[in-house]
């Protein structure tokens, strides 16, 4: 079983910026899809972003499209999300996924075998 930790949760204001990051342990995700989703309370888990084995794909939900970005560096075995602007509905638990691709990724759960314990983002005044 992979073993992925997420860091870099904590309380924001509306406006406000956060980095997610995800990093593998005992395993390179050099050759691994990486995914971030969220669940608030109440709701069903959410895709966010998703970026390929190289780095040379992203995808991001509708909802967060031109705030978040999704990046890597293999070097630092990390995977990151970048939240800009954050709003009171991305409060949530942030996960990261891992999944062996040779290229491309999907923003779907299903998609992933490997996930994170999460990371809690909260945005509130």
């Known amino acids: 079983q992979l073993q992925l930790v997420e860091s870099g949760g904590g309380l924001v204001q509306p406006g406000g910026s956060l980095r997610l990051s995800c990093e593998a342990s005992?395993?390179?995700?050099?050759?691994?899809?990486i995914g971030w989703f969220r669940q608030a309370p109440g709701k069903e888990r959410e895709g966010v972003s998703c970026?390929?084995?190289?780095?040379?794909?992203?995808n991001y939900a509708d909802s967060v499209k031109g705030r978040f970005t999704i990046s890597r560096d293999n070097a630092q075995n990390t995977v990151y999300l970048q939240m800009n602007s954050l709003k009171p509905e991305d409060t949530a638990v942030y996960y990261c996924?891992?999944?062996?691709?040779?290229?491309?990724?999907?923003?779907?759960?299903?998609?992933?075998?490997?996930w994170g314990q999460g990371t809690q983002v909260t945005v509130s005044s």
């Open positions: 970026i390929s084995s190289s780095g040379g794909s992203t």
């Open positions: 996924a891992a999944e062996s691709a040779d290229y491309g990724c999907q923003i779907l759960a299903d998609y992933f075998g490997s």
């Open positions: 005992a395993f390179t995700l050099d050759f691994y899809a």
